[in-house]
Structures are given as structure tokens and as C-alpha cells.
């Protein structure tokens, strides 16, 4: 709908309250005969309207198109970042995206092992767990150094939430003691990307192409919107996880 830049400029200024076509000139978006040919065009397609003399709002049409462009580009930027890891992991790990949305990541980084530090993404998740007050996490695998941080956060801090992959609890269950918290509370899931929202702080963690987790990169964003929107996504999982011992019981139930 939108192929001219200076058709896609000139809607996203009025959105953002530029209501005159002067307004639109002093701010230099495009040649002066290129902002009244640009107004044409959107009047014509439905995307502007004259409220009143010499006024331009928006049409609900054109907020919606002006929201899909500002995602794209959203979402292109977040891509640019590391354009390597999206390219060899899987986002079809993660929910639709009226849950999460990789234009949420727009101001992420990724944090790499390397040869001389190859422990590096790992630490990194430790020191974020160790100095948290509260933190939501998802683990599609069992690590020992997160486990170990996670509750010695919890012993200085409150209450977080966990949700074990199913094969994680399978493991553990067979082990003598399952490694606890009552500060921990504790459900079950089939999932394979890991998440950990602390009180600012969004990691996310996708697996390879293959399916196999990633244990030398991770997804880090300190933006109030990308631990917003990674709440979000945590509450989705855990909405629709099993209480541990549920589970477990649902287990005794197959063998019996």
C-alpha cells in the first residue's frame, strides 16, 4: 500500500500529530512537491482525512498501516543486530506473535562465547541471577552453574517462578533430590527456547536450526519495553503449564 518513502514519512508524521501541511514542510521530510503529492496519494487511498480546514488526521486505516510499517522496520533493525544468529536459529521455537514479537529485541545485544572467554554468555546469565530480586525464568535444559544462581539469588532476594522442560523434570526425577527452593515456585512444560525476565532485564536464548540449545550465545535487552513484552511471554508459558506435581502424578497414572 505504501511504496513511496516519502508516502510512508509523511503518514507517519501526521500520526505522530503534524496536523497541517506546513508543519509537514518545516520539517524538510521530502521536496515540497513530493509532501503534496504524498498528501494526494494518502487522501486518495483512504490513509488521511481533512477533520477540518487545513488539518490532516489519520483514518483508522491508516494508524493500522502506519503501526505495520513502524513494526517492519522494527523488526528489520532487530534482525540487522546480529543478522548471524537469526539466520541459524529457529523462531518457530518461540509463540504467535501476538505474544512476542522480534521488534520487542529492536535495542538488543548478543553476548557471545569466544575462544579466549568461552564461558562468557553463561556468565553472564549467572551475574544477572545472582544480583536479581525476582526473576521468571524457562529452562528447556538443566545447567548446574544456573541452578546454583538462581537460588543463591533467592536466598538474598524474593520469591521467582520456574518453568522445567518436560525432559529437564524427567531427568531430575531421577535423580536422588530434586535441587528446591520454597521461594521457587515451580511448573512444567514442553518448551525449547530459554527466557529469564529479571526486575529489567530480558534473556532469551533460541535453539540452533538442529533443535539443540545454545549454550554460547544469548539474547540480552534492558529495555522497559523488551521486559514488558518478555513478562508477556513468560505469563503465556506459565499459564498454560503443569504444576510439578500434577505432573508427576499424571506420570503414576501412565505406569499404573
Not at 81 to 104: C, E, G, M
Not at 128 to 144: D, G, Q, Y
Not at 170 to 177: A, F, I, M, V
Amino acid at each position: 500500500m505504501l511504496r513511496s518513502g516519502a508516502r510512508t514519512t509523511v503518514l507517519q508524521a501526521i500520526v505522530d500529530g503534524d496536523e497541517t501541511t506546513q508543519a509537514l514542510l518545516n520539517r524538510n521530510l521530502a521536496s515540497e512537491s513530493a509532501v503534496y503529492n504524498a498528501l494526494t496519494e494518502l487522501e486518495n487511498r483512504g490513509l488521511i482525512y481533512s477533520p477540518r480546514a487545513k488539518r490532516w488526521a489519520p483514518t483508522g486505516t491508516g494508524s493500522v498501516v502506519c503501526d505495520l510499517v513502524r513494526e517492519q522496520r522494527e523488526t528489520e533493525q532487530a534482525l540487522a543486530i546480529d543478522a548471524d544468529y537469526w539466520q541459524r536459529h529457529d523462531t518457530a521455537a518461540l509463540p504467535s506473535t501476538d505474544v512476542f514479537r522480534i521488534a520487542d529485541l529492536v535495542d538488543a545485544t548478543v553476548v557471545r562465547a569466544t575462544d579466549t572467554h568461552p564461558s562468557r554468555a553463561v556468565r553472564e546469565i549467572e551475574r544477572r541471577l545472582e544480583t536479581m530480586t525476582s526473576a521468571s525464568v524457562i529452562a528447556p535444559i538443566f545447567n548446574e552453574r544456573f541452578s546454583d544462581a538462581l537460588l543463591d539469588g533467592l536466598d538474598h532476594n524474593g520469591k521467582s517462578r520456574l518453568i522445567l522442560g518436560t525432559n529437564v523434570l524427567n531427568s531430575l526425577l531421577e535423580e536422588p533430590s530434586i535441587p528446591m527452593n520454597d521461594e521457587l515456585e515451580v511448573r512444567v512444560a514442553n518448551v525449547s527456547f530459554a527466557l529469564t525476565v529479571t526486575d529489567d532485564s530480558l534473556l532469551l536464548s533460541l535453539p540452533l536450526l538442529d533443535g539443540s540449545y545454545d549454550a554460547g550465545a544469548e539474547l540480552i535487552a534492558d529495555s522497559e519495553r523488551a521486559h514488558r513484552r518478555g513478562t508477556r511471554l513468560f505469563e503465556h508459558v506459565w499459564n498454560d503449564a503443569e504444576p510439578v506435581a500434577d505432573y508427576i502424578e499424571s506420570l503414576d497414572d501412565t505406569v499404573t
